[in-house]
């Protein structure tokens, strides 16, 4: 399997901004997503095809990811203020789909690991089956697993 590239990325981020982050969000990001951050901080994956085990949709495509930066779009901080309300308890937004939902990482219980999390309510989902599916056990394990769309 080949690794996702990072295209379209945003300005470098720094270890002082990604620790502010952590304290005006009191989470603790896992390394490996850190790194992730500190090397691309953001950007549109290729490949960017996802298969999305247990959900009535199947698969979707990753539009964005999140970065720290100062930009209107696509801004990690900006997506947490918005969702506080609404995102599952210890996670963190790091990627948006092409529908308007988002990948999140578990940075609490299940730390490191990557949800779908169906966040727009698309499907009427059986009330004991959740809002979230796993995709991965850390970023890496989910950029190596993207796929090519058919209409990419």
């Known amino acids: 399997m080949m690794t996702a590239r990072i295209c379209e990325t945003y300005p470098a981020t720094t270890p002082a901004k990604l620790q502010r982050f952590e304290r005006q969000f009191g989470v603790i990001l896992p390394e490996d997503y850190s790194r ?7 950007g549109r994956p290729v490949p960017d ?6 959900w009535p949709g199947k698969s979707t495509r990753i539009h964005f990811f999140l970065g720290l930066h100062d930009g209107e779009h696509n801004n990690l901080a900006s ?11 210890g996670c963190v937004p790091i990627a948006v789909d092409m529908g308007g939902n988002f990948l999140v990482l578990a940075t ?3 730390r490191g690991q990557v949800y779908y999390w169906d966040a727009s309510a698309d499907y009427d989902l059986p ?3 959740g809002t979230l599916f796993l995709l991965s056990n850390g970023i890496n394990e989910l950029l190596d697993g993207l796929l090519e769309s058919p209409d990419t």
Not at 49 to 54: A, I
């Open 36 to 42: 992730f951050l500190l090397a691309s901080n953001g």
């Open 49 to 54: 095809g996802l298969d999305v085990p247990f």
């Open 79 to 89: 997506w947490m203020d918005e969702l506080v309300d609404r995102l599952p308890d």
């Open 108 to 110: 609490r219980e299940r």
């Open 127 to 129: 009330e004991d089956s």
